[in-house]
């Protein structure tokens, strides 16, 4: 954690998209709300300086002259300069360039079939595809996606990426399962699913991996929000997370967003690489409940690395005060024993809430984080 002040604080993923990103994407002129908001936007966080003529044939009514890219653009810069104004030390562009955490990445690799749409929560969707054959990467992704955000972010750049144990997860599994002999029982399906995570994560995610870090990029979260449906294959999670990092140099974090990771131990402690657990805790953090009790798992293993400490929770547009951010900060750094251990981030990424919403909510860790270094810096006698 060189050069950054006790308590960073970081992202942990997408925003919700700006109406006027939406509109301009589609080709259309903006409508007043759309102009409305880019305007007030412009004016608090200044994401248009360097791209003003974009800016200005938005706001003029001729998206026409403007390509789908140079929105994207536009939309990446939003993204950064919409964390860095928050206060952020670590950062990304809110995913402005991606739709889902799926289908993307699913779609640069050969050995998939989609078949359709299936309900993943609420009322979201997502495109689901078969394994039907070996798996093999048709070129490294998020690579250009990454660039861009190096050569504009004044924070330090970290990128997230869909791990191999979720994509696994989240499709059918045809052809590893037929590769099976005999009756296709559990244990027959799981050494299946075994053999389908560690091919994705040697075969796709670990070239997309490296050609990141060929790029420059040095911090990057493995995303694996489906690690805690199934807690008896914490060692899939684990093997998955070691196939896709072999021999990288990099700063590994891994993002699993509600579960009991109670339940992932001790398989998960085997992640040799991950040097930092981004967990949500304020989600559970009420009713009398105390969401940071999870943390005595890594005293009882002994495990003494970094946690991205979960200080918002991104279902409720209810905005936590700086006071409840230090309080949780340091209750989890007296559970933890070691405060340099601990990044402050929102449980997950926060693209439920508005954007007026998720800026007040990060605003408000960014002055929680203040406070909690201010408490320990000047303790009370």
Partial sequence: MTGHPLFPSQEIGSLMKPRWQLQGAHGGPLDERARTEFQAWDER????????????????????????EQIRDLGALFGLRYFESAGLDRVYDAEARRIEMYEYPIRQMHGFRFFGHVRSFDNKYYLKAANTGAIRLERPYHTEEFEFVRAHARA?????????????????????????????????????????VVELARNAIRPTLAALID??????????????????????????????????DAEFSMHICFSNYRNLFPALLEAKRCR??????????????????????????????????????V?????????????????AAKILGDPKRIWVNPDCGLRTRSL???????????????????ERSNPRT
């Fill in 276 to 313: 930092q657990w981004a967990w949500e805790f304020a989600n559970r953090d009420r009713d009398g409940r105390d969401g940071y009790e999870i943390l005595n798992v890594l005293r009882e293993y002994g495990d003494t690395r970094d946690v991205g400490l979960g200080v918002l929770d």
């Fill in 356 to 374: 007026e919403v998720a800026y007040a909510k990060l605003g408000a860790m960014h002055r929680g984080a203040e406070l909690a270094r201010a």
């Fill in 156 to 196: 330090e750049p970290k990128i997230p990426i869909t791990g191999p144990y979720t994509l696994a997860d989240w499709s059918f599994n045809e052809h590893f399962l037929a590769r099976q002999k005999g009756w296709k029982g559990k244990a027959s399906r799981r050494a299946a699913q075994r053999e389908f």
């Fill in 315 to 331: 279902h409720r547009d209810e905005v936590e005060t700086p006071e409840k951010v230090a309080e949780r900060i340091g209750r």
């Fill in 215 to 248: 790029s420059g990029c040095r911090v990057i979260q493995i995303d694996e929000p489906a690690a805690g449906t199934h807690p008896d294959e914490g060692d899939l999670v684990a093997e998955g997370f070691n196939a896709a990092t072999e021999g990288l």
């Fill in 45 to 68: 966080i200044h994401f248009t300086r360097g791209a003003e003529a974009i800016a200005s044939a938005l706001l003029s009514g001729s998206p026409g002259s403007v390509t789908p």
